[in-house]
């Protein structure tokens, strides 16, 4: 449509979730109307991201170090891992002030539609967390959805025999969403009425 520079950083906004073609146009019009120094903030920062940014060794959160903030954070309940999909959960969740524990980030949901099988999630290292005895909740809060409610079922049947308490978020969420669409109030009310998974 538009030729070379213009259309190819459309082309590139156009691959990005939850950005279609007129939003890509829109996103490219706008960047190259802004000042110089904006852009090259944007782009060095999207470098940035990619260079510095790793995810936690330990719960596969987003971290600037070896572990992320939360893990280092000695102040932490050792004895609980709320499991979600994505490292933006962990914020959704944090935001609520419900939870003083740890997490564990699975980087996405079962789906077979999508060909992500339990072995594409960060299943194997949770699992691996559960070794010693140390955990004695795990809080299944994945997403109101198709996928999220396959994912905590089938933790849920891993992880109950081992003698672990698994409890799962209260009913209430907006269903079908993403956990982070729920406000702040409703997340945490979900959080405290939480059940125990049989
Ligand atoms: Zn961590």
Known sequence: MYEGAVQ?????????PGVGPKSAQRIAFYLLAAEGADVERLASTLVRVKNEVRFCIICGNVAEAETCR????????????????????????????????????LGGAISPIDGVGPDDLRIRELLARLSDDTVTEIILATDPNLEGEATATYLARMISPMG???????????????????????????????????
């Open 70 to 105: 939360i893990c280092s954070d000695d102040r932490r309940d050792l004895t609980r891992i709320c499991v979600v999909e994505e490292p933006k959960d962990v914020v959704a969740i944090e935001r609520t002030r419900e939870f003083r524990g740890r997490y564990h980030v």
């Open 8 to 16: 190819d950083l459309i082309d590139e906004l156009g691959r990005l």
């Open 164 to 198: 672990i308490t698994v409890t799962r978020l209260a009913s209430g969420l907006p269903v079908g969403g993403d956990l982070e669409y729920a406000d702040e109030v409703t997340l945490g009310r979900a959080f405290s009425g939480r059940r125990k998974v049989d």
